[in-house]
């Protein structure tokens, strides 16, 4: 079969949408992007109407495709899977709604994509998706699976085993227990955005000791048989509420740190249980919880998987390509493994000069872009690099990313303050994958997706302080050169000018804003923000004013 699915996801958060043409994954967007709405859309019952239409549009256009050519549309969530008495739109809390909207959701897609048969449009069962998102894109023909979130239809966890293709169910978690709500409610007990700020808490749980993990255990625990239990405390027991933006003290660190740990110990005995009854040694993960990236470690450091591979897009997002490639199999496709998440929009050299010439602005085209931005880093300057496509998911990967000089601890409270961001936040380092071993350990490597944290190797610390977390950790991306020559090439011009084979990377945007998408976006943020020059493709705009600031702050600087 050679079908064509569009894969979709509404129903939660994050609305975002996918292609998989032949089994191979064509385009994948979150919606975001596209409106410059962070997240979408609310993460309400009542906005489960609300589709990826821009992204879902551009996706077809992107394949040359009419909606009519489409074979099948796989929506990541099964009204048929509600909760019990969710079918009444006046049910508590509006969850009847959701489960409205989302039978109603092949009449909202046949008039979102003109020329739709709605008749195509098949539900999957949220975690499927999930679950799909990860094995089916994971480069195992076999393998264990294991997906945690906030909720799906009516389950937040899903355990199984697959082989060549074919996918057992081992469990599924039923609500009210859910890891991910637990974390969520914690997110906005500390004054956090809940489904938004989780690794905001992650972060947090750095700076404090697990003085309540004893409470915790009781509460969120695994139960043997795959499941566990876990339902929201009283947190204000522990901690009082903070409000949005308030200072939080270390009572309110020890309950991140407390939960966090109980939090990976659960996971540690999901895994345990997966292990012991597939056989497999390798394990792919998907699900909100999956983006805890100090967990993902623990899980690799001290779990029974030799490998932990971990979807990308392992929020909601990756549910609409989770969704669509499960289809694509039920259709008969093979399906290929995932090779990079830089699968959304991108721009050749003449539409980027397009733009630039638009915006009637000063603009290079130099030799190397590369030699020339790392130069600017090395002199203490901060680029904004837009190259290639932009990628699927949460994390800027050297595409959409602002780049600087990690050797300046400075630079870590400069980065946050361009991003609008609390200064307990770190950022993260890009390495060569050839050279990460040297620097970086306790985790997996190459580390391409920044899914996992390392330790820092105790001699490097104080080379590259502004990406070390206060734990001695980071939160690495390993870049292979073959795939991302653009910025192997940076990273090596930095390091012949400065003896250091790391560069500070971070997301491109500033303050409540999604990451940078298209030429518009880049220039947009490079006229805001006071990042010294900015990358599009071939070409570097440099700020005129930056170039006095780059020679004090050289001079001043650390010498090589
Ligand atoms: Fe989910």
């Not at 009419?66 to 969850?95: H, I, N, Q, T």
């Amino acid at each position: 079969m050679s079908s064509r699915v569009l894969g979709i996801n509404a129903a939660f958060h994050d609305p975002a949408a996918a292609l998989v043409c032949d089994g191979r994954i064509v385009a994948a967007a979150e919606e975001e992007r596209f409106s410059r709405r962070k997240h979408g859309k609310e993460p309400v019952p009542f906005s489960a109407w609300e589709l990826p239409q821009q992204s879902a549009r551009w996706c077809l256009e992107h394949a040359g495709l009419a909606a009519s050519d489409l074979d099948a549309v796989a929506y990541s969530y099964d009204p048929a899977l509600a909760l019990v008495g969710s079918d009444d739109p006046l049910a508590e809390r509006w969850e009847g709604l959701r489960t409205l909207f989302a039978q109603r959701a092949p009449l909202f897609l046949g008039t979102a994509l003109p020329g739709l048969d709605p008749a195509r449009v098949r539900f999957v069962a949220h975690h499927r998706a999930h679950a799909a998102s990860a094995y089916a894109s994971a480069p195992f023909d076999s393998c264990a699976v294991l997906t945690l979130d906030g909720r799906g239809e009516s389950t937040s966890q899903f355990a199984g085993h697959v082989r060549n293709g074919r996918l057992e169910v081992l469990h599924e978690q039923r609500l009210p227990h859910s890891l991910g709500l637990v974390y969520e409610e914690l997110t906005a007990h500390l004054g956090f955005q809940r489904a938004s700020d989780e690794y905001k808490v992650m972060a947090l749980s750095s700076y404090g000791e697990p003085r309540w993990l004893g409470q915790m255990r009781e509460t969120m625990r695994a139960t043997g048989d795959g499941g566990f239990v876990a339902q929201p405390l009283d947190w204000s027991a522990f901690a009082p509420a903070l409000g949005k933006g308030a200072e939080w003290n270390s009572r309110h660190a020890d309950l991140a740190t407390s939960v966090q740990r109980a939090l990976e110990e659960v996971v540690l005995e999901l895994a345990g249980w997966l292990y012991e009854r597939t056989g497999e040694r390798r394990l792919a993960l998907a699900g909100g919880v999956a983006l805890n990236c100090v967990c993902n470690s623990r899980l690799w450091r001290d779990g029974p998987f030799d490998e932990v591979w971990v979807q990308p897009a392992a929020g909601d997002a990756g549910t609409a390509l989770g969704a669509a490639q499960y289809v694509a199999a039920e259709l008969g496709d093979h399906i290929e493994p995932m090779r990079t998440a830089a699968v959304g929009r991108g721009f050749d050299g003449p539409e980027l000069e397009d733009w630039l010439r638009t915006a009637a602005i000063a603009y290079e085209h130099p030799d190397d872009v590369a030699e020339e931005a790392a130069d600017i880093i090395a002199r203490d300057g901060v680029v904004a690099w837009f190259d290639g496509r932009a990628e699927f998911g949460p994390r800027a990967l050297g595409h959409r990313s602002l780049l600087a000089d990690p050797r300046h601890p400075a630079n870590l409270e400069r980065l946050n303050d361009v991003k609008g961001r609390e200064q307990f936040r770190p950022v993260a380092p890009m390495v060569l994958t050839e050279r990460a071993a040297e620097i970086f350990s306790g985790g997996p490597i190459p580390s391409p997706y920044m899914l996992f944290t390392h330790q820092v190797a105790p001699d490097w610390r104080e080379r590259i302080p502004a990406v070390v977390h206060v734990d001695g950790t980071a939160r690495i991306q390993t870049i292979d050169a073959e795939r991302e020559p653009a910025v192997a090439r940076m990273l090596r011009a930095f390091e012949r000018r400065t003896g250091v084979p790391v560069v500070v990377n971070t997301s491109l945007n500033t303050a409540g804003r999604p990451i940078v998408d298209d030429p518009r976006d880049a220039l947009e943020c490079f006229g805001s923000a006071p990042v010294d020059a900015l990358v599009m493709g071939p070409f570097i705009v440099r700020r005129p004013t930056s170039a006095a600031a780059l020679d004090q702050r050289s001079g001043a600087g650390i010498a090589a």
